[in-house]
């Protein structure tokens, strides 16, 4: 039987290994994503945004699990960059609607590779990471329904 202070070991702690990859996964991405402008968390915007083009904050945050605090001064960052644009739904006064501009959309086939060029990186096989993409976002939303 393992002693309380082995179960605090630091190695033997899923959130740190969670943690230190996400951290190492930013960081190949950071020079990849200077090349063409963008933070890590704007090119999650324009992830979503590539995929759905004109759609309100709230529908972003849902998308990312970022809350509107959160993604108001980035998306004003984005905007001042000629990204995209932001605007009062014409539906409902209270909900801004995000749409890419030309600029933005452009951007979508400068980014094309990275996603090739992080694979490579990783060392691993698209389906490795496939299959450990499914298991994260089942332990992501276990977590998320029990909170």
Same mark, same amino acid.
């Given at each position: 039987m393992e002693s309380?202070?082995?179960l605090l070991s630091l190695d033997k702690q899923f959130c740190f290994? &969670?943690?230190?990859?996400?951290?190492a996964m930013t960081k190949a @991405?950071? *020079? !990849? &994503? /200077?090349k063409? #402008?963008?933070?890590? *968390?704007? @090119?999650?915007?324009? !992830?979503? &945004?590539?995929?759905? $083009?004109?759609i309100l904050v709230k529908d972003i945050g849902e998308a990312l699990? !970022? $809350?509107s605090g959160t993604l108001t001064p980035l998306l004003k960052r984005m905007e001042s960059a000629a990204l995209i644009t932001?605007?009062? $739904?014409?539906? $409902? /006064?209270?909900?801004?609607?995000?749409? &890419?501009? *030309?600029? #933005?959309?452009?951007?979508k086939e400068t980014a094309q590779m990275i996603p090739v060029q992080l694979l490579c990186a990783s060392g691993q096989s698209t /389906?490795? !990471?496939m299959q450990l993409r499914s298991q994260l976002a089942q332990i992501r939303? #276990?977590?998320?329904?029990?909170h």
């Open positions: 309380d202070l082995d290994s &969670l943690y230190s990859a996400s951290l @991405y950071k *020079p !990849l &994503l /200077e063409i #402008g963008l933070t890590y *968390p704007q @090119y999650l915007v324009m !992830l979503v &945004l590539w995929q759905h $083009d004109d699990f !970022l $809350d932001r605007q009062r $739904d014409s539906k $409902d /006064e209270r909900q801004v609607r995000i749409t &890419l501009t *030309p600029n #933005g959309k452009t951007l /389906e490795t !990471l939303d #276990g977590l998320n329904t029990r």
